[in-house]
């Protein structure tokens, strides 16, 4: 499966539809959006960018419960902390915001989950504790450039996007 990865949208609905639109380029068929969405006009963008969506919170979302409504509505599978993908092989990749680190740690000693997701800290991580592979896409706001992820989970490859022009 092709994943794309993307956080940190802060409201930036034109670099969100931006990454989505490359992601889709890329050969993704679904999205992982690990928080820190901004509002509402974000969710609808991923909500209606023809991918299958993730979306958890993130720190400096408002509103937890309005916007969590709002993605429902709109086909995406949302958590104010952490939301589960399972991928066509059995295993699992679970995605959060970062923003919590005893909740982002337990995700990874925890052992069950292929990959563990996360944003908050702006910084891109690809990193390995034992049999979980961490990820974080960096940001598409504040971010010079802005940056997301595509992973293959059948290859087990990941490549970083910089989102051009922004």
């Given amino acids: 499966m092709i994943i794309g990865i993307v ?13 989505l639109e490359l992601l889709r380029d890329r ?3 679904a999205v992982v959006h690990c928080g820190d969405v901004g509002g509402l006009e974000d969710l609808k963008v991923l909500g209606r960018c023809g991918l299958v969506a993730w979306a958890v919170l993130g720190n400096v979302d408002r509103h937890v419960q309005r916007l969590l409504e709002a993605a429902w509505g709109l086909g ?11 991928l066509s092989d059995g295993r ?6 970062g923003h919590d680190g005893a909740q982002l740690r337990e995700l990874i000693a925890q052992g069950q989950f292929a990959y563990v997701c996360h944003g908050h800290s702006h910084l891109r991580r690809d990193d390995r504790v034992g049999g979980t592979r961490i990820i974080n896409p960096g940001a598409l706001h504040r971010s010079i450039p ?14 970083f996007l910089e989102l051009p022009g922004h």
């Fill in 76 to 86: 995406i599978d949302a958590s104010a902390e952490v939301v589960q993908v399972d």
């Fill in 27 to 29: 050969g993704a068929r």
């Fill in 7 to 19: 956080s940190d949208s802060h409201g930036r609905t034109d670099r969100l539809a931006a990454a």
């Fill in 146 to 159: 802005p940056s997301l992820a595509v992973l293959d989970t059948v290859a087990d490859r990941l490549e």
């Fill in 92 to 97: 699992r990749l679970a995605a959060t915001h």
